[in-house]
C-alpha cells in the first residue's frame, strides 16, 4: 500500500491548485491516502487567501481518501510540518511530504514509494529525497547523501524520531562532534549560519534542524539524478523564499528506477552539490575542499571513498572552483 502524503499549505490557492494537479496526475495517486494541513492567518491581510485556498482543498478528489487539518491560529510553517508528519507518521509508520509550491513529476510517489519500500528496514537510510539541484555535472541515477533535506521528501517512524527540534542542542552537537565544515559543505553554503538565525528566531526553519538530525546521526538520504520535482514558490509570492531562477531545474523525469547501489556518501554528488552551493551564494572564496579540480575526476572514476578523507577544509589552502 503507498504512503500517505502530508501536504502543508497556507495562503498561495494557485501554487496549491498547480501542485495538487501534479500530484493528481501521479499513477498511485489513487491508492494514496492524502492529508491536508492548511495554517491560520498570521494577520488579517492573508484570511481571503486563506480562506480561497482552504476552498479549494475541500474540493479535491483523486485519492484514496482526502483528510483535511484547518488551523484556526497561524503556528508557522515549522510548527505546521513538525506538527502534520509526526501526526501521519505515528499513525501509518511512513510518509511522503510535499508543500504547496512543490509540482511534482508523474513518476514522483512511484520513486518515493519504491525507495520506502527498498530502504524500509536499512536503519543507515533516514528519507528519500525527490528533488535534485540543478548541478553542472549529470549525477548518477540515484546517489546517497548524509543528511536530509525538504524539497518533496519522504521518511518512517524510525527515521522522523531521530528529529531534534532544539537548535541550540544541535548547534552544541555539530560543533562537538567537528562536523560544522561537513555541514557546510567545506564552506559552501552557510547552514551553520541558517541554524543560528535559526536559534535566535530570524528564521523558521524546520529544515536545517532535519538536515543536522540526519548527519548528527550519520544517516543518508537517497537522490534522484534528475528532479522529480520543481518548486515554484521561487517567483517571490512566497513567506520563505525570495524571487530566483537558481533553483530551476527544466523538464522533470518522467521515472527514475530505484538500483541497488552501495548506502555511502557519493563523492560525485557531495562535490557537485558545492559547487552548485558556491555559484548560488557567490562564494568564491573562503574555506575549499583540497584539489578540487583532482577530486571531481576522481569522483567521474568512482573513487567515492575519497570523500572521507575530505569531508572538510580546515586549515588547507583553497583551490578556486572553475566558474
Known amino acids: 500500500m503507498p504512503a500517505p ?15 495538487l494537479e501534479a500530484l493528481k496526475a501521479n499513477p498511485l495517486a489513487a491508492e494514496s491516502d492524502l492529508f491536508l494541513f492548511s495554517d491560520g492567518p498570521k494577520k488579517e491581510a492573508d484570511l481571503a487567501k486563506v480562506l480561497a485556498t482552504r476552498e479549494l482543498l475541500k474540493s479535491v478528489t483523486g485519492f484514496k481518501s482526502v483528510t483535511l487539518s484547518f488551523q484556526e491560529q497561524n503556528r508557522g510553517l515549522a510548527n505546521s510540518i513538525i506538527s502534520g508528519v509526526t501526526e501521519v507518521v505515528n499513525r501509518f509508520g511512513s510518509v511522503v511530504v510535499l508543500e504547496d509550491d512543490l509540482v511534482t513529476s508523474p513518476g514522483f510517489l512511484r520513486y518515493m514509494n519504491d525507495g520506502l519500500e527498498s530502504y524500509k528496514t536499512d536503519e543507515r537510510v533516514i528519507s528519500i529525497h525527490g528533488y535534485v539541484y540543478p548541478t553542472r555535472e549529470p549525477l548518477p541515477e540515484t546517489f546517497f547523501l548524509k543528511g536530509a533535506d525538504c524539497w518533496g521528501w519522504a521518511t518512517w517512524k524510525r527515521g522522523w524520531d ?23 559543505f567545506g564552506g559552501a553554503y552557510p547552514y551553520t549560519g541558517m541554524l543560528e538565525d535559526q536559534i535566535g528566531g530570524r528564521n523558521d526553519s524546520w529544515a536545517v534542524r532535519w538536515y543536522a538530525s540526519a548527519l548528527l546521526h ?87 571513498s575519497l570523500l572521507r578523507m575530505f569531508p572538510v577544509s580546515r586549515n588547507r589552502t583553497p583551490h578556486k572552483v572553475e566558474a
Open 5 to 19: 502524503i502530508a501536504l502543508f499549505t497556507y495562503n498561495r490557492p494557485n501554487h496549491t491548485r498547480r501542485t
Open 218 to 304: 550519520d544517516k543518508f538520504t537517497l537522490y534522484p539524478g534528475r528532479s522529480l520535482v520543481s518548486n515554484i514558490g521561487t517567483d517571490g509570492g512566497g513567506s520563505h523564499m525570495g524571487k530566483t531562477d537558481s533553483f530551476d531545474v527544466g523538464d522533470l523525469a518522467a521515472e527514475i528506477r530505484i538500483q541497488s547501489i552501495p548506502v555511502k556518501d557519493n563523492l560525485q554528488a557531495y562535490l557537485a552539490f558545492a559547487e552548485f552551493f558556491r555559484r548560488l551564494t557567490g562564494n568564491q572564496g573562503g574555506r575549499r575542499i583540497p584539489g578540487w579540480a583532482i577530486l571531481r575526476r576522481l569522483a567521474r572514476k568512482g573513487c567515492d
Open 162 to 184: 531521530l528529529f531534534e527540534p532544539d537548535g541550540k542542542k544541535l548547534q552544541g552537537d555539530l560543533k562537538s562532534a567537528g562536523l560544522n565544515d561537513r555541514f557546510d
